[in-house]
């Protein structure tokens, strides 16, 4: 059932995305070259703690660590390891979350290890604007598929392709709530977007073919054919005025908790 947020609630999750984005953009400037994906979680791990919220991925479906940070041909879900270590020209995603006084924050950006190569970054760029061309169409009134179908439009416009198997999801009291949010689909379809609704859009972006294979457990999904793939996500809240988005911080170099 999807969950409508009155302005109480809507409140709570304002402080939550803001402490989610916070920590984000802190383990992107954290990155450093030769550090372990272990190191860089445990850093993202302490500032979330410190801020007075808890790390809501932790053990989440039985995930180890507070963030998922994904190297190169890893989408999403990359366990954090003391086995992977972080090297200049890397493309970096580290997706993570805060719960705090009842509610849920999550985001997500891929970042570079120093310099990377033009099509690496040319990838970044396209599924950063594929995440801001699905934000503005999440307006009362619009349906699910007029997200996923501006992802999908700009993205394959683009010559990259967009994940199936992964969907972006409601977010709220629970770290995943209804509706399911795909990056792709047609335009008009779909549940109706009511002001009040809290969605995580998020677009999963490959370099080549879309088809993604799981490891071990589930986790640590990867591109079937080894192409880069990059993940960039935010929470955003549907209102009268148009979308909000709660955890713009990550992105905004002024932005302070
Ligand atoms: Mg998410």
Redesign the pocket.
């Known amino acids: 059932m999807i969950q409508i947020k009155n302005a109480k609630e809507l409140e709570g999750m304002r402080r939550a995305c803001a402490i989610s984005a916070a920590a984000l953009k802190f383990g992107g400037d954290s990155i450093e070259p030769g550090m372990t994906t272990a190191e860089l979680d445990k850093l993202i791990y302490d500032f979330i703690v410190k801020h007075g919220a808890k790390p809501n991925f932790k053990g989440l479906y039985g995930f180890p660590g507070t963030a998922c940070i994904s190297l190169n041909d890893v989408v999403i879900h990359g366990i954090p390891s003391h086995d992977t270590v972080i090297h200049p020209g890397d493309i970096i995603s580290i997706?993570t979350g805060a719960k705090i006084d009842g509610f849920n924050g999550?985001n997500?950006c891929t970042f570079a290890c120093g310099k990377i190569d033009s099509e690496a970054q040319r990838l970044l760029d396209v599924t950063k604007e594929a995440l801001h061309l699905g934000i503005a169409q999440a307006k009362a009134g619009n349906r699910i598929g007029d997200i996923g179908h501006a992802v999908q439009s700009y993205c394959e416009e683009n010559g990259f392709s967009v994940v199936r198997d992964y969907v972006?999801?409601g977010?709220g009291k629970e770290?995943?709530e209804d509706p399911e949010v795909p990056n792709y689909g047609n335009a008009g379809r779909g549940p109706r977007l009511v002001s009040g609704m809290t969605i995580?859009i998020?677009p999963m972006v490959c370099q080549n073919d879309y088809h993604v294979v799981p490891g071990p457990g589930g986790w640590t999904v990867k591109t079937r054919d080894g192409g880069l793939a990059a993940h960039f996500?935010h929470s955003v809240a549907i209102l009268p005025g148009g979308p909000e988005i709660l955890t713009r911080g990550w992105e905004d170099p002024d932005f302070k908790l």
């Open positions: 997706d999550d997500a972006g999801h977010v770290l995943h995580a998020e996500e």
